[in-house]
Structure formats: C-alpha cells, structure tokens
C-alpha cells in the first residue's frame, strides 16, 4: 500500500526545486531542504524493498527505474549539445551510468546541471545493502555516521582525487537523510520519545547555526554552499517531517507528479531556459514553466512509466523461510 504522506512530500519537495530554480530564491533552501527530503524518502522506500526482497533484486530494480528516463534526455541532449560544437569525453559514460557526474557544453547546462542528484542516489543505492545491515545491528550510530564523517573530513581537509571529491561531499551531506529513511520505514523514528526527539532536533539546530557561524553562507545566503550546515539542518527538518504520519486522501494529481518524479526532475531546468526564451510578463515564468514541464512529461513520462513496470515485472528470487 502506497504511503500518500511520503507522496506529498516528494511533490512538495520537487515543487520546492521547481520554484528554486525558476527564482533563485535562497531562502527556500532553509525552508524547506527539498534534496534531504528526496533523499529521506527514497531511503525509506528502499529500506522496506531491502527488508522483503534480496539486495541484488532491490538494486537492479532501482536502476532499471531510474536510468531509462536518464537515456532519454541523454538521447536529446547529447546531439544538441554535439550540434552546438560540443566534443565529449570519456565521461560521456556518465549518462549511461551516471557513477560520475554526467557534463555536457556551458551552453547545455540545463540539461545536465542538475544531474548530480541522480549521481548521488544512484551511490546511496549502491551502498544501501551495507548501510541497511550496519543499521539494523546499530541504528542511531549508523543515522549520525555521514555526519561524524563530514566533520572529519571538513576539519582534517582530506579531499578525493577529481569529481570523486563531489562524490564523497554529496554523500557525507545527505547520507544521515538517507538513512532516517531507514528509521521511518521501520517505525524506530515514530517510537522515540518526543523529548528525545526534540532535544535531538535543537542539537541539530543549533549545530547548524554554530556551522554557519563559523563558516557563513555567501552573500546570496544559499545553505547549499555551506554543506555542513546543510547536512546538521536537512537531518533536523527530515526527522521532525517523518515523525508525522498524517492520513493523505488520494488525489490524481499527487499520483501523477509521483509517478513522473523523475522525468519532472529531469526536464524542468531545461523547460525553465526555453520559457526564458519566450517573452512574457515575469510574473508569468513560474506557470509557463510548469505547463512546459507538463507537455514534456507528456512526451517523455511514458519512459518512466514503462522503466516502473519493468522494475516490478522482474522477478525476484525466491528462498525458503524468507
């Protein structure tokens, strides 16, 4: 049975994206951390496939939701990118597999800019099998370990070579997010005791202030520079928002921006440069983004319609006693 509640936070959440990058407006990424949220929720969703079902299982049928709809736009963007003079590298494999950061031409940044998303979900998959067998032996150790990490390296200035470096940060930022997924799914985050909780959530806060106190947020005031701050208020918001767990009445729309989640987050930024393209009044570039958004879901959401029920129609193996 669907959880409608973790269906209007990830509308919410992609929404908040949405307008975040039609406006720029930096106070949204302290109002509401949407990419800690996404993250949160497809922790959740990937611990309670790992509860049920083999890790191998799990794994292969992520991707063969995920990277359909990620071919689709490379199947686009790669050949207008290619027109326009741009020569690929060997990282054009990215956008096959995107273990790197998909890159394209300055010119098709839309397409690609947001595309670390996929990159860092796509790892969190990866590691889940052994972060779900780390935290079923030591839950909360295993929710503040990406945190105790990301201070580590940030006070120690350990760095990877190259774009592995994105990587290691995107991971350590929104790692503890991914894993109080696991914490909801399993109910162990709705059994802590309120006091716990909100004592927890001021030490988090707090936190985050002290961060941006010693290291400032620059002068357009966008939390995503600074990630530490990021990761200490990402985990406070996701840990009071899963708590909840309020009664969503089913509705068409909810249902369709969840079943196009990915084409949604895939399109929207380049939809956002063609209505930028189009003269109209400024008040008008939020509803012409979103009706542009709309015709391409239309166009590419049969792809990741067609990549879910793929997902699902793989079978599993089966074992005794499981």
């Known amino acids: 049975m669907r959880d409608r509640y973790l269906d209007l936070l990830r509308a919410i959440a992609v929404g908040r994206v949405l307008v975040y990058h039609v406006y720029g407006w930096a106070w949204l990424t302290f109002a509401m951390p949407a ?5 949160a929720i497809a922790g959740s969703l990937t611990a309670a496939s790992l509860a049920r079902s083999p890790a191998s299982a799990v794994v292969g049928g992520r991707l063969r939701r995920l990277l359909p709809p990620l071919w689709l736009l490379g199947a686009v963007a790669l050949p207008v990118m290619a027109f326009g003079g741009w020569r690929p590298d060997w990282r054009v494999v990215w956008w096959v597999l995107p273990l790197g950061d998909p890159v394209g031409s300055d010119d098709g940044l839309p397409y690609w800019e947001v595309l670390w998303y996929l990159r860092a979900y796509l790892w969190f998959l990866l590691l889940s099998p052994v972060l779900f067998r780390l935290y079923r032996r030591a839950p909360w150790p295993t929710v503040a370990l990406p945190l105790v990490l ?37 109910g162990r985050l709705a059994a802590l005791p309120r006091p716990a909780l909100a004592a ?21 005031g966008d939390l995503d520079s600074v990630p530490g701050a990021q990761a200490l208020w990402s985990l406070a918001f996701v840990l009071v928002i899963l708590r909840r767990r309020p009664a969503v009445a089913a509705s068409p729309v909810l249902r369709w921006v969840n079943t196009h989640a990915v084409t949604i987050y895939l399109w929207h930024n380049p939809m956002i440069f063609v209505a930028g393209l189009i003269p109209v009044a400024s008040g008008w570039t939020l509803p012409l983004t979103v009706a542009l958004t709309g015709v391409a879901v239309l166009v590419a959401g049969p792809v990741e319609r067609a990549a879910a029920r793929w997902s699902r129609a793989s079978p599993a193996p089966v074992y005794a006693n499981r």
């Not at 990419?35 to 993250?39: A, I, K, L, P, S």
């Not at 774009?163 to 399993?186: E, I, P």
């Not at 927890?200 to 357009?220: A, D, F, H, N």
């Open 200 to 220: 927890v959530v001021v030490l988090l806060s707090g936190g985050t202030v002290g961060w941006l106190l010693i290291e400032p947020v620059p002068s357009q």
């Open 35 to 39: 990419m800690g949220v996404m993250f």
């Open 150 to 186: 990301l201070v580590a390296v940030r006070t120690s200035g350990f760095a990877l070579p190259g774009a592995a470096d994105n990587v290691q940060w995107d991971l350590l930022t929104y790692g503890a997010c991914w894993v109080a997924g696991f914490a909801h799914r399993d």
